[in-house]
């Protein structure tokens, strides 16, 4: 095991793997399972609200957002929180998915340049 510094452009990777007791090798695991899981779920949001299923996606960025917060992917955690606040507040969501959509596809391609499979 390294034990470089991790450095993953717009990622807190000190305070996140302070959170994780500094075990690195689960943190990259998690980021891998991250960029895995997390990468489609605005397309999941886009197809729950097109359906009508306004829970289904306040869910899943209520998961994204808590998923990329203890990761320290804090800009996806806080984009998703304004997303999900939009949700439920009636506003500009579509607007709020654009964004998150860009900066999820930034961090998803970050994690898997610096922790290739």
Same mark, same amino acid.
């Given at each position: 095991?390294? &034990? #470089?510094?991790?450095? $993953?452009?717009? $990622? #807190?990777?000190?305070?996140? !793997?302070?959170?994780?007791?500094?075990?690195? *090798?689960?943190?990259?695991? !998690? !980021?891998?399972?991250?960029?895995?899981?997390?990468?489609?779920? /605005? +397309?999941? +949001?886009?197809?729950?609200?097109?359906? @009508? #299923?306004?829970?289904?996606?306040?869910?899943?960025? &209520?998961?994204?957002?808590? =998923? =990329? @917060?203890?990761?320290? +992917?804090?800009?996806?955690?806080?984009?998703?929180?304004?997303?999900? &606040?939009?949700?439920?507040? @009636?506003? #500009? /969501? *579509?607007?709020?998915?654009?964004? !998150?959509?860009? %900066?999820? =596809?930034? %961090? +998803?391609?970050?994690?898997?340049?610096?922790?290739?499979?």
């Amino acid at each position: 095991m390294t &034990h #470089d510094a991790l450095t $993953i452009e717009g $990622i #807190d990777t000190a305070g996140a !793997l302070k959170r994780l007791g500094n075990k690195r *090798e689960r943190y990259e695991a !998690l !980021l891998r399972k991250f960029a895995e899981k997390q990468s489609g779920s /605005v +397309v999941t +949001v886009r197809t729950a609200l097109a359906a @009508g #299923d306004r829970a289904t996606a306040e869910r899943e960025l &209520h998961s994204l957002r808590g =998923a =990329a @917060g203890s990761l320290g +992917v804090i800009a996806i955690a806080e984009t998703a929180g304004e997303c999900e &606040h939009a949700l439920r507040e @009636g506003g #500009d /969501v *579509e607007s709020s998915l654009k964004t !998150l959509e860009k %900066s999820l =596809a930034a %961090s +998803v391609a970050a994690i898997r340049s610096t922790l290739p499979d």
